[in-house]
């Protein structure tokens, strides 16, 4: 189904996938070995201070790493598609995505028509006064 896109350009956005997922599971196990290594050194020492400092590097950590893993699951879903052949076209409208934009963001499931409006939905619902907005002073 990817006959938008040549055999050299699919072959180069499966190595930059591969190459991101491969980057991210290295990140993500050091990650862990840090926070491990972390616990381990840990105990007690230091003041509430530096304990607070701590944990605000771990919280911050953490939160990063939840960001990289939803990035792992989107670079296998694009992996997958990849393999199924459905790789390169828009899943709303189903058009092919330009080149340009898939070598720019190789795990996009949205052609940029498709990506704006599903933004601007998006932001609809977000600035919609809710029905609690009525009451407040």
């Known amino acids: 189904m990817t006959d938008h896109l040549n055999d050299e350009t699919l072959d180069d956005l499966r190595e930059d996938l591969e190459r991101r997922r491969a980057e991210l599971t290295n990140n993500s196990k050091r990650a862990l070995d840090d926070i491990r290594e972390g616990r381990e050194r840990g105990g007690g020492g230091g003041d509430s201070v530096d304990e607070s400092t701590e944990e605000q590097g771990r919280s911050t950590m953490l939160r990063l790493k939840d960001r990289e893993r939803k990035l792992l699951t989107k670079v296998n879903r694009a992996l ?11 899943l709303e409208c189903d058009e092919p995505i330009p080149e340009k934009r898939l070598q720019a963001r190789p795990v996009t499931l949205y052609c940029i028509d498709c990506k704006e409006e599903r933004e601007r939905s998006e932001e609809r619902r977000k600035t919609r006064p809710g029905l609690m907005d009525d009451f407040q002073a």
């Open 80 to 90: 997958e598609r990849l393999e199924s052949d459905d790789y390169g076209y828009c």
